[in-house]
């Protein structure tokens, strides 16, 4: 089958931030990825831009630069385009191909808020779409799912996380981000962050039937970083909040759950007490309980420089034994911030080369789409509503 022809948004070589370059290009480039896939146009702020990329990344000369979303979207040699820029860029840089037929691949957040996310997609199933909350398609969260389907623990009654965003600093920001101080952007530490790691608890748990949250900014000034890494003296403030608490009913529908099944969720900015677990989620059931250990809530890109460990205690036997995961032998071969986003890839392609079937599919098979964001950012448009309602 012929390969589907990819236009790559925001690949530059002078990127504040890479994630086209770390998180994509390997896959693509990969025997695996071309085997499915073929690079074959740019989109950058200007064509100048994309042929200097082009350049640098040294992709053959056939590759064809873009500087306008429009001009991309009339070639119809592509078939998928696969956005990297910043968030409120989003729907400029997509709108056009999306129209036009294309399928799009938009990394998360979807848009800068719900508003924009419901006029992108038309409040439509979108099934010619990727959106890029891959922490669905981790080898973590496919493997709790395995544990919960097969009864080990028994109906869930609970479950806790305690996660920090400790990519970054709790008291300054790098310049390159410094967005991330403006709520307005729409992304920030809550929304990428945060919102990848509620999103996989939420595919191995299920959606909250109802939650309470509270906000709340420790630090409303930070310090800048420099390109260097070095701390300056000039200060930016922030209007986003850098601690998210939130708990709440658990829906039925996902696995089962008991009736009043609560999902309880604490997040901050910044860096853990030092020498304790970054990441903490614990899943309590009738019979036994499981709790995932990691050095950070990326589980989705950055956590595996360190072990993640899934543990299970078995309520019967008083025993704790390990669950044991691993990557897929084509996924190792990937440097680790490639590997979850290449099972997108992957998933993508064998629905587009089966034919493109419509409805949902097997959950070992499907992939998130832009109608799930939209849904996601519904419960990040509630978040944000009752830390506006709420005393401070």
């Known amino acids: 089958m012929a390969p589907i022809r990819v236009a790559l948004i925001g690949l530059s070589a002078s990127a504040k931030v890479s994630w086209a370059e770390q998180g994509h290009l390997p896959y693509l480039h990969s025997a695996r990825g071309r085997s499915r896939y073929e690079l074959v146009a740019l989109l950058n702020s200007s064509v100048e831009a994309a042929i200097a990329a082009r350049a640098h990344f040294q992709l053959p000369p056939t590759v064809r630069t873009y500087g306008s979303p429009d ?7 592509v078939d998928l385009v696969v956005c990297n820029t910043r968030v409120d860029t989003h729907v400029l840089t997509t709108a056009p191909s999306l129209s036009a037929g294309k399928a799009v691949f938009i990394e998360w957040p ?3 808020n719900y508003e924009a996310a419901l006029a992108l997609t038309g409040n439509q199933r979108v099934d010619h779409s990727v959106i890029g909350l891959q ?5 973590i969260a496919l493997k709790l799912k395995e544990v919960l389907k097969s009864g080990r623990i028994g ?26 101080t403006k709520r307005s952007v729409g992304g920030n530490h809550v929304t990428i ?5 509620i999103d996989y608890v939420h595919e191995v748990l299920g959606e909250f039937e109802n939650f309470q949250s509270r906000m709340q900014i420790q630090r409303p000034v930070l310090k800048i970083r420099d390109h260097s890494g070095a701390t300056t003296d000039r200060e930016i403030r922030s209007d986003v909040p850098d601690l998210v608490t939130v708990h709440g009913k658990l829906a039925k529908g996902k696995v089962d759950v008991a009736d009043d099944a609560t999902l309880s969720f604490t997040f901050r900015s910044g860096h853990q007490f030092k020498g304790a677990p970054g990441f903490v989620w614990t899943i309590n059931g009738e019979k036994g309980e499981i709790m995932v250990t990691a050095n950070g809530a990326y589980i989705h890109s950055d956590s595996y420089k360190d072990p993640v460990e899934i543990r299970l205690h078995d309520h019967a036997t008083d025993e704790v034994v390990p669950i044991e995961w691993d990557w897929q032998e084509w996924q190792k071969e990937l440097p680790r911030r490639a590997r979850v986003v290449a099972e997108l890839y992957e998933r993508f392609a064998r629905w587009w080369e089966d034919g493109k079937p419509a ?13 799930d964001a939209v849904a996601r950012m519904k419960e990040f448009e509630e978040l944000f509503r009752q830390y506006d309602a709420q005393d401070r």
């Not at 479950?159 to 991330?180: K, P, T």
């Not at 962050?193 to 790691?197: N, Q, S, V």
Request: charged share 30%.
């Open 71 to 77: 001009d991309l979207a009339r070639d119809q040699d």
């Open 155 to 180: 109906r869930v009654l609970s479950s806790d996380v305690r996660a920090f965003g400790n990519l970054g600093r709790r008291d300054s920001i790098a310049e390159s981000v410094s967005y991330f």
């Open 359 to 371: 409805g949902d599919l097997p959950w070992e098979r499907e992939w998130p789409r832009l109608h």
């Open 193 to 197: 962050a945060y919102a990848h790691t």
């Open 110 to 112: 979807l848009a800068e």
């Open 135 to 139: 922490g669905r398609v981790s080898p």
